[in-house]
């Protein structure tokens, strides 16, 4: 059973910093390429960063390029995402999410549609 519990997530000011991360009690982060996304209020779901299953192949979308990076720790069966230099606009709900079928362990996913298992999303506020 995957379970993916995000945190990390608070109000920051802008040009702050935060990590979120990105926990399973199981191997999925060794097992699944996995990826972060976050949802505004009245917006659709937007693609943040992706990891590749081996870890070694990372992908982020142009709003965040440069000041947001994604990693895993997969001893601690973990997913983090550095966000770094905070602008209001990245005010949302961030969700982690894992592919959950296998694939090559250089492919990174970059469409919601692509990932199964989803966690219950941490609010990310930034004031300016």
């Known amino acids: 059973q995957v379970q993916l519990v995000e945190s990390g997530g608070g109000l920051m000011q802008a040009g702050g910093s935060l990590r979120l991360s990105c926990a399973d009690s199981?191997?999925?982060?060794?097992?699944?390429?996995m990826g972060w996304f976050r949802q505004a209020p009245g917006k659709e779901r937007a693609f943040l960063a992706a990891i590749s299953r081996s870890g070694s192949i990372t992908h982020y979308g142009d709003s965040v390029k440069g000041r947001f990076t994604i990693s895993r720790d997969a001893g601690k069966n973990t997913v983090y995402l550095q966000m770094n230099s905070l602008k209001p606009e990245d005010t949302a709900v961030y969700f982690c999410a894992a592919t959950g079928f296998g694939s090559e362990s250089w492919r990174v996913f970059l469409s919601a549609s692509e990932y199964i298992y989803w966690g219950q999303g941490t609010q990310v506020t930034v004031s300016s």
């Open positions: 199981g191997r999925t982060v060794r097992t699944y390429a």
